[in-house]
């Protein structure tokens, strides 16, 4: 009896240690689970494996088994890493393909207007048609040129149909809102600047009532170096200035030196490089202020009395005849530069903004360009340099707001502009 009562207390005994124990391990345990090596091994407490070797490490009193747990556990955190970065890849690889999958659409889809912007932006451009010819071959090239062009009036202009008028003793009749913006006008007023804007739309029309103050301004080292269009208008002292000429730029990227065509100044030629591969052609005023625009020489163009004078093109309007655009011209859509006259004599500047895409302006192509000029009036115009080429400056500052394809607000040196002097 006394035997069994002793076998008794030592049950007990034996029970009580092993509770004093158990809570003593899952005291340990618990301190393990909160240590910060432990969340750093493994910080995601609820996955499965990891709840499964806990338990077993509650479970087991044997020391060399509690630390392959523990080692075991310290394994699982790189092959989870690894799970996430594959997912992580398979993601990536998944939006590439849905991105490259859409840019093949646009490129070589059944729908052709994003091929034809592409191809007819890029290669009416002086530097970046590498931008059609990475994608397509010159068959298509030539396909989609040939299917988007302007073409031009033979005429020459009509110079006798210029007439100058002086509205200020007149009780004029608008014959619509353009007019109406063109001739309203303080007397005192040189120049008015006029905000065209619409669906995409973002532009200036410089109206000036005098054209005997428009004038060719250059680089101080054209040729060799541009400027950029504030420095030339400052240095004229320009009431107004735009943008005039193209440019090449052989060994000098974004130099701006390099005129292409002939550039008169005063009655003197002062460069007659290569033309530029565009139609179009001198674009001048006369010494009685009448603007001139024909297929001609430089020293033709001396001889009919041209006084300051650019060559580009495409010609817009002759004799208050549009030129006749097919598709969107072969100009796709850009920031534009455009010069004209109305038959009243008084001239037209045309800045229009583009590759703005956070508000929605991607620029304007051929047709829009000649839209908005016969609008207010113009009775001969033509397309001046464009892209990133395009400045306005009124009063030493820049007028327009420029931006290139990745948001900058830029413009770039140029050889020579149109001015208004005082």
Request: charged content about 30%; proline content about 3%; some cysteine.
């Amino acid at each position: 009896m006394k035997d069994d009562i002793e076998v008794l207390f030592e049950d007990d005994e034996d029970k009580k240690l092993n509770e004093e124990r158990m809570l003593e391990k899952e005291e340990n345990l618990d301190d393990y689970v909160k240590d910060e090596s432990l969340e750093n091994i493994f910080p995601d407490k609820d996955d499965v494996k990891v709840d499964r070797l806990l338990e077993e490490f509650k479970e087991t009193e044997n020391l060399e088994k509690n630390e392959e747990i523990k080692e075991e556990i310290k394994e699982e955190n790189p092959k989870k890493k690894m799970k996430i970065w594959q997912i992580i890849l398979v993601i990536l690889i998944c939006l590439a393909l849905v991105i490259g999958s859409s840019l093949a659409f646009l490129l070589y889809g059944p729908y052709p207007n994003f091929r034809n912007w592409l191809i007819t932006t890029a290669m009416t451009t002086m530097s970046h048609q590498y931008l059609a010819t990475w994608f397509y071959d010159d068959e298509t090239i030539n396909e989609v040129m040939k299917n988007n062009y302007v073409l031009e009036s033979l005429e020459d202009t009509d110079l006798d149909a210029i007439n100058f008028t002086d509205y200020s003793n007149l009780n004029v009749m608008y014959k619509n809102k353009y007019e109406k913006e063109i001739l309203e006008h303080d007397e005192k007023e040189s120049y008015k600047l006029i905000n065209i804007e619409g669906d995409g739309l973002r532009g200036y029309l410089i109206a000036i009532y005098d054209p005997s103050k428009v004038k060719i301004a250059t680089a101080s080292n054209m040729a060799s170096s541009g400027e950029m269009l504030i420095d030339i208008a400052k240095k004229n002292n320009a009431l107004v200035a735009i943008n005039a000429s193209g440019f090449e730029d052989p060994g000098y990227v974004g130099n701006g030196g390099r005129p292409v065509g002939a550039v008169i100044k005063d009655g003197k030629l002062l460069s007659n490089l290569s033309r530029a591969p565009v139609s179009g052609g001198i674009i001048g005023f006369t010494h009685d202020n009448k603007l001139i625009m024909g297929k001609m020489s430089a020293q033709e163009a001396l001889s009919k009395g041209v006084r300051d004078a650019v060559e580009f093109g495409p010609y817009l309007i002759v004799n208050g005849e549009p030129s006749f655009i097919k598709g969107n011209g072969g100009w796709g859509t850009a920031p534009r530069t455009a010069i004209g006259q109305r038959k009243d004599g008084i001239v037209l500047f045309l800045v229009m903004d583009g590759r703005d895409y956070a508000h929605g302006i991607d620029g304007v192509g051929m047709t829009e360009l000649t839209e908005i000029l016969m609008n207010y009036g113009a009775y001969n115009a033509s397309n001046l340099d464009g892209g990133t080429s395009c400045g306005l400056v009124i009063d030493g500052k820049l007028a327009n707001k420029p931006v290139n394809g990745s948001g900058k607000k830029v413009t770039r040196a140029i050889p020579n502009a149109w001015i208004v002097t005082e």
